[in-house]
Protein backbone atom coordinates (compact mmCIF):
# COMPACT_ATOMS: atom_id res chain seq x y z
CA UNK A 1 0.00 0.00 0.00
CA UNK A 2 1.77 3.48 -1.03
CA UNK A 3 0.84 6.57 1.46
CA UNK A 4 -0.20 10.22 0.34
CA UNK A 5 3.03 11.60 -1.63
CA UNK A 6 3.31 15.51 -2.02
CA UNK A 7 5.61 17.39 -4.55
CA UNK A 8 7.91 18.98 -5.21
CA UNK A 9 9.39 18.87 -1.34
CA UNK A 10 10.36 22.86 -1.48
CA UNK A 11 9.93 25.43 -3.54
CA UNK A 12 10.57 29.45 -4.00
CA UNK A 13 8.32 31.91 -6.01
CA UNK A 14 8.35 35.59 -5.88
CA UNK A 15 5.32 37.40 -5.05
CA UNK A 16 2.21 37.22 -7.83
CA UNK A 17 3.85 34.40 -9.53
CA UNK A 18 1.62 31.22 -9.53
CA UNK A 19 2.10 27.48 -8.30
CA UNK A 20 1.01 24.41 -8.34
CA UNK A 21 1.30 21.72 -5.78
CA UNK A 22 1.06 18.24 -6.35
CA UNK A 23 -0.35 15.22 -4.42
CA UNK A 24 -0.90 11.61 -5.06
CA UNK A 25 -3.50 9.70 -2.46
CA UNK A 26 -3.10 6.53 -0.90
CA UNK A 27 -4.02 3.86 -2.86
CA UNK A 28 -7.94 3.04 -2.97
CA UNK A 29 -8.89 6.76 -1.62
CA UNK A 30 -11.19 8.93 -3.42
CA UNK A 31 -11.45 12.00 -1.22
CA UNK A 32 -8.47 14.51 -1.03
CA UNK A 33 -8.35 17.54 1.55
CA UNK A 34 -5.61 20.07 1.40
CA UNK A 35 -5.18 21.82 4.49
CA UNK A 36 -2.46 25.67 4.83
CA UNK A 37 -0.22 25.32 8.38
CA UNK A 38 1.48 28.46 8.58
CA UNK A 39 4.64 28.91 11.03
CA UNK A 40 3.35 28.11 14.51
CA UNK A 41 -0.30 27.17 13.57
CA UNK A 42 -2.36 23.98 13.15
CA UNK A 43 -3.48 23.31 10.07
CA UNK A 44 -5.74 25.19 8.32
CA UNK A 45 -8.64 23.67 5.84
CA UNK A 46 -8.61 24.69 2.25
CA UNK A 47 -10.47 22.24 0.38
CA UNK A 48 -11.57 18.93 -0.40
CA UNK A 49 -12.19 17.16 -3.58
CA UNK A 50 -14.63 14.22 -4.30
CA UNK A 51 -14.71 12.26 -7.20
CA UNK A 52 -13.22 15.29 -9.52
CA UNK A 53 -15.57 17.63 -7.71
CA UNK A 54 -15.35 20.04 -5.12
CA UNK A 55 -17.10 19.04 -1.91
CA UNK A 56 -16.48 21.69 0.83
CA UNK A 57 -14.10 24.86 1.40
CA UNK A 58 -12.53 26.90 4.27
CA UNK A 59 -11.81 30.31 4.25
CA UNK A 60 -9.56 30.80 1.65
CA UNK A 61 -9.83 33.31 -1.56
CA UNK A 62 -10.80 32.17 -5.10
CA UNK A 63 -6.79 32.32 -5.88
CA UNK A 64 -6.54 28.96 -4.25
CA UNK A 65 -8.20 26.81 -6.57
CA UNK A 66 -7.91 23.16 -6.90
CA UNK A 67 -8.20 19.75 -9.84
CA UNK A 68 -8.78 16.36 -8.45
CA UNK A 69 -8.23 13.81 -11.56
CA UNK A 70 -9.87 10.35 -12.71
CA UNK A 71 -6.76 8.51 -10.82
CA UNK A 72 -7.66 10.83 -7.33
CA UNK A 73 -4.26 12.64 -7.47
CA UNK A 74 -5.22 16.51 -6.91
CA UNK A 75 -3.54 19.61 -7.62
CA UNK A 76 -3.98 22.74 -5.86
CA UNK A 77 -3.42 25.61 -7.55
CA UNK A 78 -2.47 29.37 -6.24
CA UNK A 79 -2.66 32.48 -8.00
CA UNK A 80 -0.87 35.94 -7.39
CA UNK A 81 0.69 34.64 -4.55
CA UNK A 82 1.50 36.69 -1.38
CA UNK A 83 4.24 36.75 1.06
CA UNK A 84 0.96 35.50 3.90
CA UNK A 85 1.01 32.32 1.31
CA UNK A 86 4.52 31.47 2.54
CA UNK A 87 3.27 28.23 4.32
CA UNK A 88 3.44 24.40 4.58
CA UNK A 89 0.84 22.74 1.88
CA UNK A 90 -0.52 19.11 3.54
CA UNK A 91 -2.59 16.77 1.84
CA UNK A 92 -4.38 14.51 2.87
CA UNK A 93 -6.38 11.19 1.49
CA UNK A 94 -9.12 9.75 2.98
CA UNK A 95 -12.08 7.53 1.46
CA UNK A 96 -15.59 9.44 1.11
CA UNK A 97 -17.79 10.21 4.19
CA UNK A 98 -18.09 10.54 8.07
CA UNK A 99 -15.43 8.95 9.73
CA UNK A 100 -12.74 7.95 7.99
CA UNK A 101 -9.64 8.56 8.92
CA UNK A 102 -7.68 10.88 6.97
CA UNK A 103 -4.14 10.43 6.06
CA UNK A 104 -1.64 13.51 5.58
CA UNK A 105 1.36 13.90 3.11
CA UNK A 106 4.54 15.00 4.12
CA UNK A 107 3.86 18.21 2.74
CA UNK A 108 5.30 21.47 0.16
CA UNK A 109 7.03 24.05 2.28
CA UNK A 110 6.18 27.15 -0.26
CA UNK A 111 8.31 30.16 0.40
CA UNK A 112 7.28 33.38 -1.01
CA UNK A 113 9.85 36.14 -1.21
CA UNK B 1 -17.72 30.17 15.29
CA UNK B 2 -15.96 26.32 15.17
CA UNK B 3 -12.79 26.39 16.89
CA UNK B 4 -10.59 24.09 18.27
CA UNK B 5 -8.16 26.02 21.74
CA UNK B 6 -5.05 24.09 22.80
CA UNK B 7 -4.33 26.65 25.62
CA UNK B 8 -0.63 25.45 25.93
CA UNK B 9 2.10 25.82 23.49
CA UNK B 10 4.84 23.69 25.27
CA UNK B 11 4.37 20.94 28.18
CA UNK B 12 7.51 20.25 29.39
CA UNK B 13 7.57 16.92 32.00
CA UNK B 14 9.41 14.02 33.83
CA UNK B 15 9.86 10.60 32.24
CA UNK B 16 7.04 8.59 34.03
CA UNK B 17 5.27 12.11 35.32
CA UNK B 18 1.78 12.40 34.05
CA UNK B 19 0.64 13.89 31.18
CA UNK B 20 -2.85 16.34 30.21
CA UNK B 21 -2.76 18.38 27.15
CA UNK B 22 -5.62 20.22 27.35
CA UNK B 23 -8.12 20.75 24.33
CA UNK B 24 -11.47 22.64 24.37
CA UNK B 25 -13.76 23.05 21.59
CA UNK B 26 -16.54 25.34 20.12
CA UNK B 27 -18.61 23.78 17.60
CA UNK B 28 -22.92 24.19 17.04
CA UNK B 29 -23.44 19.75 16.74
CA UNK B 30 -22.12 17.05 17.52
CA UNK B 31 -18.79 16.92 16.43
CA UNK B 32 -16.05 14.08 16.15
CA UNK B 33 -13.16 14.99 17.96
CA UNK B 34 -9.36 13.73 17.47
CA UNK B 35 -5.85 13.72 18.47
CA UNK B 36 -2.92 13.97 15.96
CA UNK B 37 0.57 13.49 16.40
CA UNK B 38 3.65 14.15 14.66
CA UNK B 39 6.90 13.13 15.72
CA UNK B 40 10.35 14.90 14.44
CA UNK B 41 10.78 14.70 10.85
CA UNK B 42 7.41 12.65 10.76
CA UNK B 43 3.94 12.94 8.66
CA UNK B 44 1.06 14.14 10.73
CA UNK B 45 -0.46 10.94 11.85
CA UNK B 46 -3.90 9.92 13.55
CA UNK B 47 -3.68 9.25 17.59
CA UNK B 48 -6.58 8.42 18.79
CA UNK B 49 -10.37 9.19 17.87
CA UNK B 50 -13.61 9.69 20.26
CA UNK B 51 -15.71 7.15 19.07
CA UNK B 52 -13.40 4.34 18.98
CA UNK B 53 -12.72 4.99 23.00
CA UNK B 54 -9.21 3.57 22.00
CA UNK B 55 -6.41 3.42 24.31
CA UNK B 56 -3.25 4.49 22.13
CA UNK B 57 0.33 4.20 22.85
CA UNK B 58 -1.09 4.77 26.76
CA UNK B 59 -2.94 7.97 25.71
CA UNK B 60 -6.56 8.07 26.36
CA UNK B 61 -9.22 10.58 25.83
CA UNK B 62 -12.74 11.56 27.50
CA UNK B 63 -14.88 14.03 25.59
CA UNK B 64 -16.64 15.94 27.97
CA UNK B 65 -19.93 17.45 26.25
CA UNK B 66 -20.70 19.97 29.24
CA UNK B 67 -17.29 21.09 29.38
CA UNK B 68 -16.77 21.07 25.59
CA UNK B 69 -13.45 19.55 26.42
CA UNK B 70 -11.64 16.50 25.21
CA UNK B 71 -8.38 16.41 26.63
CA UNK B 72 -5.57 13.44 26.09
CA UNK B 73 -3.86 11.85 29.20
CA UNK B 74 -1.31 9.50 29.68
CA UNK B 75 -0.76 8.20 33.09
CA UNK B 76 3.43 7.60 32.77
CA UNK B 77 4.61 9.71 29.97
CA UNK B 78 7.99 8.05 28.10
CA UNK B 79 10.69 9.58 26.57
CA UNK B 80 9.31 8.99 22.75
CA UNK B 81 6.12 10.74 23.30
CA UNK B 82 8.19 13.93 22.82
CA UNK B 83 6.12 15.37 19.53
CA UNK B 84 3.63 18.41 18.38
CA UNK B 85 -0.11 17.13 19.61
CA UNK B 86 -3.19 18.54 17.90
CA UNK B 87 -6.74 18.54 18.88
CA UNK B 88 -9.11 18.53 15.89
CA UNK B 89 -12.56 17.68 14.85
CA UNK B 90 -15.09 17.39 11.54
CA UNK B 91 -18.47 18.33 12.01
CA UNK B 92 -21.75 15.35 10.64
CA UNK B 93 -21.98 17.30 7.44
CA UNK B 94 -18.57 16.30 5.56
CA UNK B 95 -14.83 15.43 7.23
CA UNK B 96 -13.00 19.06 7.12
CA UNK B 97 -10.87 19.14 10.03
CA UNK B 98 -10.74 22.31 12.25
CA UNK B 99 -7.32 22.01 14.00
CA UNK B 100 -5.87 23.55 17.19
CA UNK B 101 -2.49 25.70 17.20
CA UNK B 102 -1.09 22.84 18.50
CA UNK B 103 0.90 21.57 21.79
CA UNK B 104 4.46 20.67 22.02
CA UNK B 105 5.53 18.28 24.21
CA UNK B 106 8.77 17.67 25.65
CA UNK B 107 9.50 14.39 28.12
CA UNK B 108 13.04 14.78 29.23
CA UNK B 109 14.81 11.75 32.18
Known amino acids: ETGVTQSPTHLIKTRGQQVTLRCSSQ?????VSWYQQALGQGPQFIFQYYREEENGRGNFPPRFSGLQFPNYSSELNVNALELDDSALYLCASSLSGIGYEQYFGPGTRLTVT | AQRVTQPEKLLSVFKGAPVELKCNYSYSGSPELFWYVQYSRQRLQLLLR??SRESIKGFTADLNKGETSFHLKKPFAQEEDSAMYYCALSGQAGTALIFGKGTTLSVSS
Open chain 2, 50 to 51: HI
Open chain 1, 27 to 31: SGHNT
